[in-house]
């Protein structure tokens, strides 16, 4: 079975400029997050989606942070402008659930490092 | 979001059990207990869950006590690959949509 897949791997921006990352996660999967990792910190999460509608974004800065999710597939989350402090690890995961028993499956990350 | 305590870095030697601990003393009842590690250069992967009663599964054991106000996670035979932070997170019952919430966690050191 594929699992979430993630792009790019790593970036590297200069701040004030805009970045995004790509999300494509488990087929059949309803459910999508979008979480922030600074090194040294558990990951804390930015946005839920439910199919292709927001059901958490309490934790994302929505002055700088944007993200979408496509006919309830792939999403992507957006940057712009980057600041400093935006320097992490950036994880989606996907599940097939989305109540309390429902079990996140996490990509591997896009690491941006913010100049 | 009910809190979780865990010891900021625990060791071990190899294929010797583990007990992992974590309180959570202002857990309510419909919260369930549950355990996700992070591997080095990783995300997060499922481990178990539990709500009142003792869990095992291939990976781990999931020890809950009779009060809920704690619980352990047990690798019976602890591996080099098993070295990873290992989070104990409340997940709400009462809630639709089961929001995730990681703390600090528990980083692991296995000895060879």
């Known amino acids: 079975e594929a699992g979430v897949a993630q792009s790019p791997r790593y970036k590297i921006i200069e701040k004030r400029q805009s970045v995004a990352f790509w999300c494509n996660p488990i087929?059949?999967?309803?459910?999508l997050y979008w979480y922030q990792q600074i090194l040294g910190q558990g990951p804390k999460l930015l946005i839920q989606?439910?199919?292709?509608?927001?059901?958490?974004d309490s934790q994302l800065p929505k002055d700088r942070f944007s993200a979408e999710r496509l006919k309830g597939v792939d999403s992507t989350l957006k940057i712009q402008p980057a600041k400093l402090e935006d320097s992490a690890v950036y994880l989606c995961?996907?599940?097939?659930?989305?109540?309390?028993?429902?079990?996140?499956?996490f990509g591997s990350g896009t690491q941006l490092s913010v100049l | 979001d009910a809190k979780t305590t865990q010891p900021n870095s625990m060791e071990s030697n190899e294929e010797e059990p583990v007990h992992l601990p974590c309180n959570h003393s202002?857990?309510?009842?419909?919260?369930?207990i549950h355990w996700y590690r992070q591997l080095p250069s990783q995300g997060p992967e499922y481990v178990i869950h539990g709500l009142t009663s003792n869990v095992n599964n291939r990976m781990a054991s999931l020890a809950i006590a009779e009060d809920r106000k704690s619980s352990t996670l047990i690798l019976h035979r602890a591996t080099l690959r098993d070295a990873a932070v290992y989070y104990c997170i409340l997940r709400a019952g009462g809630t639709s949509y089961g929001k995730l919430t990681f703390g600090q966690g528990t980083i692991l050191t296995v000895h060879p």
């Open positions: 995961a996907s599940s097939l659930a989305s109540g309390v028993l429902g079990k996140l499956f």
């Open positions: 989606f439910q199919n292709n509608g927001v059901v958490d």
């Open positions: 087929s059949g999967h309803a459910t």
């Open positions: 202002t857990i309510s009842g419909t919260d369930y």
